[in-house]
T-cell receptor, first 110, second 117 residues
């Protein structure tokens, strides 16, 4: 079946540092790929998505490119802020089913 | 205000006592889904419903039931809860799977924390 693997956290960074969170997937067919963010005590919010190979999703300074050849969808941000501290989830959707990664906690310090 | 409402938010109960977690959305969304969140495992999908006519199992459906009698509601039923169902549960909805995106994301409820003793 489909699955998602993402790097373990926590990832601790200083403000304005570069952030990368690795995500790889296993899937049959052509899934859509997502990054979600969860702030403490809240539900998940969609951060960005890509629906086909080489698509780049972007939002709020975050980017991720759908790489079919490496089955990856790494999340990047060039300059993080303290407000980016949260848990980030990589996910894929095949038809109506979603699979999520285990989540990566990101802590940004001033 | 567009929202997904889950009730209860917190519940402590005992093994074997049937319970229902309600989920209601006011956005006329076709797609609804239930997830459980456990430390180190991320979110795992329990059931999803493409529309009122189509409901299917996610990755962890054992011990759960759902129904979609009307578009806005999608209750999660635990007929005989067990301690391994202690978890944080989220309901979510979206217009339909093909239009999920930044402008029409999957909306999540605030979560229901279940403790089964």
């Amino acid at each position: 079946g489909n699955s998602v693997t993402q790097m373990e956290g926590p990832v601790t960074l200083s403000e304005e540092a570069f952030l990368t969170i690795n995500c790889t997937y296993t899937a049959t067919g052509y899934p859509s790929l997502f990054w979600y963010v969860q702030y403490p005590g809240e539900g998940l919010q969609l951060l960005l998505k890509a629906t086909k190979a080489d698509d780049k999703g972007s939002n709020k300074g975050f980017e991720a490119t759908y790489r079919k050849e490496t089955t990856s969808f790494h999340l990047e941000k060039g300059s993080v802020q303290v407000s980016d501290s949260a848990v980030y989830f990589c996910a894929l959707r095949g038809w109506g089913k979603f699979q999520f990664g285990a989540g990566t906690q990101v802590v940004v310090t001033p | 205000e567009a929202q997904v409402t889950q009730n209860p938010r917190y519940l402590i109960t005992v093994t074997g006592k049937k319970l229902t977690v309600t989920c209601s959305q006011n956005m006329n969304h076709e797609y609804m889904s239930w997830y459980r969140q456990d430390p180190g495992l991320g979110l795992r999908q329990i059931y999803y419903s493409m529309n009122v006519e189509v409901t299917d199992k996610g990755d962890v459906p054992e011990g759960y039931k759902v129904s979609r009698k009307e578009k806005r509601n999608f209750p999660l039923i635990l007929e005989s809860p067990s301690p391994n169902q202690t978890s944080l549960y989220f309901c979510a909805s979206s217009p339909d799977i093909y239009r999920q995106g930044i402008n029409q994301p999957q909306h999540f409820g605030d979560g229901t924390r279940l403790s089964i003793l």
